[in-house]
């Protein structure tokens, strides 16, 4: 029994109840995070046990990794050395919800599926749409700062988490924000916490707005023969009247490895030709009712070139939907040394980004995917068909690199389904902020007790 | 630079109620400038306040403590207009509605759109997070701010954020926003420009009950429909505006809503309908639809001059900021009534409904010694009512020097200590607007009030 996992359990037990720390290595496997597992995995139940907790490793100097479904695991977050996990899954209370406000603060261990359930009985929902969304929890998806579809009409967590409550590695419940939807009291702290991957403090209640839930979802799915024609769809909409709910551009095998049986069977019913190899696919969903459809009904393919978009009705709409939604899932399931970048570019950029990603693939011979929103982020999965062809991938995760040095873009490596494995390239950056930055961890988390640390992805 | 007492004068004010003067105010034309000047200050250990237009409504850019004001107005250049990816670069002396103005052409507008518009500045929203009518479909400021150039305290110029999204690494633009001055110099602003709709419509609703006025705001909220506004005047307002602005306000209504919808075509009229559908239910007397562009004009301009109106028939006022959840919007304007009976004072009620975002307008004579008093009384309830609500006290106007006394009321010594902290990272010796949303005498939760000099004319 290691130093970690004999203090914990001796001090730890009396106040959580032994149940509440797990030793067993059997246990521990679930928790191996980036190729390592923790020495215990401490599950506290409430704000004060976490206060507690980390008070305590702070004392002891061990280090912490908050934990909530634990299906960010292949995300690629540099990480210090950890003693323990905090699991915070049995911190999973709504603790109020006012549909009539449209107003939410609920605890971070409560799975995001569960909590649409109580939203939706209510008509209402929050514009979350993480990967592995049926098992991620609200915790995760917000300190994660992932993002999902339905940015392109609702925008991301920061702007609509109303307050935030954390535990600061001092172990101080500390809150910032409100439950109102506008408030200027104070400066808002719990913008930082949003993808800070538990690095500045441990969140321990989000206060959300809510939304209306969508009705009548349609989609259309257009194809086009290079990235450069799909993209200029997107911007034709852009400039269009049209508020679409979500808006996706899939390269050819991205296309194949989501939408492959759902868009034959829509092509070939609807489109001469029907859907052919090599294809890009441009997948835009909107709703309403009545004649807010049959406008967007009218106007989408009118924006594409005749013949080019099919129409997807409700039920299929919402399938093709779920499954872009779980396009990094679904790519790290396809190769075994899979490296997902994440690059964020002006929309004017997207097709030109495609392309430096698409060169830089095909040069080492490395199978490609990728996704790109139309708000201009992209994932651009790297799928090896075997492990071991480390260096080849390096090799384009660097030359994606050198492909966008400004600081108006960004490429980070986002997922990698190897965390265990080696270690991958590290990015230059000619951010200045960098030190306001780590001054910032250092003002959350002066003893470094959370062992989370994205500031290391550069140098 | 200025530093004539009779010039210091004009920068005594802002929008507030505040007076603090300056020792000098100097005039910075590039970032270049703003570097030397923050380099002086620091080396001299003198305070350093931010200024654009003073239009603030919380004495954000007074100068509580003395020292430099440094007035943005001659750095009032659009940078960049990027029409294909509805971004514009700006200098933070650029005039909000100037900025719209110039990319009106582009079908595009910058959304935020504080009463002052016309006034005051992009770099002051960004400091003060400002709102306005049109951020209860639109978002705040915040929302609107993709990257800032700022010039620390210690004379660094850092970039934070980028004109692409999601940058990586912690949030600092967004912590940056609404910062009020007291983390470093803006000197430019990357925004997010908004395509405008192609349709609107304008709903004037009148009531006889201002009950059944906020039982509707309740209502269209908590049937999820978000208008691009919904704003609200009572009675008392109404006839103070009408007499200056002659909107085509109806004298005898207990409270009118304005409202509208803005979007796609077929969105604004089901919209419409829905809205005018719960104003009747709620038994609004008539609910008029502006006709064209000039009638939906003249009603805003009696919605954003309604503070210029108070100016002009009362000695004094003082204006809150404090913030309730929506369904609280009857129980809360029934309580306003009741504290205005008990203490025998008008208290006018202007304010951005759907938002749940209060401006109580409390009307006293400030020669009157026991009258002043009782408004500084009513104002603490009204506030402590707010908070009661599990509200706010300040929606958009800042905490500033105003209500940094009000702080201990919403937030914990923690809570405020790593507020410190976060400021400490960008403001380590307190030179910037120091004096400013921390409470500067511990564990004190009064209200601070004073006069608003006679016909002065603000706007929220």
């Known amino acids: 029994m290691s130093r970690a996992t004999s203090v914990i359990s001796e001090n730890l037990a009396a106040v959580l109840g032994s149940g509440q720390i797990l030793t067993n290595p059997d246990q521990l496997r679930g928790y191996l995070i980036g190729g390592k597992t923790p020495q215990a995995a401490i599950r506290p139940g409430s704000d004060q046990e976490v206060a507690e907790i980390v008070r305590f490793a702070r004392s002891e100097k061990l280090t912490l990794v908050p934990t909530g479904a634990r299906t ?36 971070p261990g409560l799975r995001l599926s569960r909590l649409q359930g109580v939203l939706a009985e209510h008509g209402q929902f929050l514009p979350l749409g993480p990967p ?79 939304f209306p839930v969508v009705t009548s979802m349609r989609a259309f799915i257009a194809l086009f023969d290079s990235a450069q024609d799909a993209v200029e769809m997107r911007h034709r909409i852009a400039q269009s009247p049209l508020r679409p709910l979500t808006l996706e551009i899939l390269s050819p095998y991205a296309g194949e490895l989501c939408l492959g049986d759902l868009a034959r069977d829509a092509m070939d019913a609807k489109l001469p030709g029907g859907l052919s190899q090599g294809h890009w696919t441009l997948l835009v969903c909107f709703a309403g009712t009545g004649r807010v459809l049959e406008r967007y009904e009218r106007d989408i393919p009118l924006l ?36 997902i970048l ?34 201009g982020v992209i994932y651009f999965a790297l799928l090896p068909t075997a492990l071991g062809g480390r260096s080849r991938v390096d090799r384009a995760v660097d030359t994606l ?9 960004s490429v980070t490596i986002a997922w990698r389904a190897d965390p265990g494995g080696e270690s991958l390239p590290l990015r230059k950056t000619s951010r200045n902020d960098l030190e306001q930055m780590r001054k910032i961890k250092h003002a959350f988390d002066p003893s470094r007790v959370f062992a989370p640390d994205p500031l290391a992805a550069w140098i | 630079m200025l530093s004539q007492p009779e010039d210091l004068l004009l920068y005594e004010y802002d929008g507030s109620v505040e007076v603090a003067r300056p020792d000098c105010v100097v005039f910075p034309g590039s970032t270049a400038d703003v570097v030397e000047v923050v380099r002086l200050a620091a080396q001299h250990h003198v305070p350093l306040v931010g200024r654009g237009a003073g239009t603030g409504l919380s004495g954000g850019a007074l100068a509580r403590e003395g020292g430099i004001v440094t007035s943005f107005a001659r750095m009032n250049r659009i940078l960049e207009i990027d029409v294909e990816n509805q971004r514009a670069t700006v200098q933070p002396g650029v005039v909000n509605a100037d900025l719209s103005l110039a990319v009106q052409h582009t079908g595009l507008h910058f959304a935020p759109d504080p009463s002052s518009q016309k006034a005051c500045t992009i770099g002051g929203n ?94 269209i909220t908590a049937r999820g429909i978000t208008p691009a506004a919904c704003e609200m005047m009572d009675g008392w307002t109404i006839r103070a ?74 000695p004094s006022y003082y204006t809150q900021d404090g913030v309730i959840p929506r369904t609280k919007l009857p129980a809360t304007l029934r309580h306003i009534g009741e504290i205005s009976r008990k203490y025998n004072l008008a208290i006018g009620n202007v304010f951005h409904a759907g938002d749940g975002n209060l401006h109580p307008i409390i009307l006293f004579d400030q020669r009157n010694k026991q009258q002043f008093r009782d408004a500084v009384s009513a104002a603490d ?51 910037l607007n120091p004096g400013k949303i921390f409470p500067t005498s511990k564990g004190c939760g009064e209200i601070y009030v004073r006069p608003q000099p006679a016909g002065a004319v603000r706007s929220a």
Not at chain 1, 310 to 336: D, G, N
Not at chain 1, 347 to 375: K, Y
Not at chain 1, 401 to 409: C, D, L, N, V
Request: with cysteine; aromatic share 6%; charged share 25%.
């Open chain 2, 381 to 431: 309830e009204i506030i402590e009512f707010c908070i009661a609500a599990g509200g706010s006290i300040t929606g958009e106007h800042g905490v500033g020097m105003e209500k940094d006394r009000l702080m201990p009321l919403l937030f914990s010594e923690a809570d405020l200590d790593l507020m410190k902290r976060v400021r400490g990272v960008f403001n380590p010796m307190g030179l």
């Open chain 2, 126 to 219: 960004v400091s003060e997070n400002s709102g306005g009518p049109h951020t209860l479909a639109y978002g705040v400021t915040t929302n609107h701010v993709l990257a800032l150039e700022v010039v620390l305290p210690t004379g660094e110029t850092v970039r934070l954020g980028s004109a692409a999204v999601d940058p990586p690494g912690y949030d600092l633009t967004g912590v940056f926003v609404g910062s009020e001055g007291t983390f470093g110099l803006v000197t430019e602003i990357t925004v997010r420009l908004v395509r405008l709709p192609e349709a609107v419509e304008t709903l004037l609703a009148v009531y006889d009950l201002v009950d059944d006025a906020t039982q509707t705001v309740a209502e």
């Open chain 1, 342 to 375: 994440r690059i964020s570019v002006l929309p004017s950029e997207i097709a030109r980004a495609l392309d430096d990603g698409a060169l830089a693939a095909t040069r080492e011979e490395i199978p490609w995917a990728a996704m790109a929103r139309g708000v």
């Open chain 1, 72 to 107: 960010k695991r292949n995300m690629h977050i540099p990480m210090n050395e950890f003693d323990a996990a905090l699991d915070m899954v049995r911190i999973d209370r709504v603790v109020a919800y006012d549909p009539a406000d449209l107003t939410l603060s609920v605890e």
């Open chain 2, 241 to 314: 505006v009408e007499d200056y602005v002659h909107a085509g306000f109806p004298l005898d209504a207990a409270a009118v809503l304005l409202i509208e919808v803005d979007g796609l075509s077929e969105v604004v009229e089901k919209e419409a309908e829905a809205v005018a559908q719960v104003c009747t239910l709620h038994h609004a007397r008539s609910v008029r639809v502006a006709r064209d562009t000039a009638e939906r004009d003249l009603l805003w301009k009696g919605r954003k001059n309604a503070f210029g109106a108070a100016g002009r028939v009362s």
């Open chain 1, 304 to 339: 594409a070139r005749p013949g080019q978009a099919a129409l997807l009705e409700e039920k299929t709409a919402s399938v093709a939907l779920a499954r872009v939604q779980e396009f990094l899932p679904i790519a790290l399931e396809s190769s075994p040394g899979a490296v």
């Open chain 1, 132 to 210: 592995f969304a049926d098992r991620a929890t609200v915790g995760g998806t917000i300190a994660s700062g992932v993002d999902s579809p339905l940015r392109q009409f609702y925008g991301t967590a920061r702007d609509y988490v109303l307050g935030m409550e954390f535990v600061t590695g001092d172990g101080r419940v500390v809150k910032s924000g409100g439950r109102v939807v506008k408030n200027v009291s104070g400066y808002d702290l719990h913008k930082l916490l949003i993808g800070s991957f538990g690095s500045l403090g441990v969140i321990t209640k989000v206060n959300f707005r809510t």
């Open chain 1, 401 to 409: 690199f050198e492909a966008f040095p400004s600081g108006r873009e």
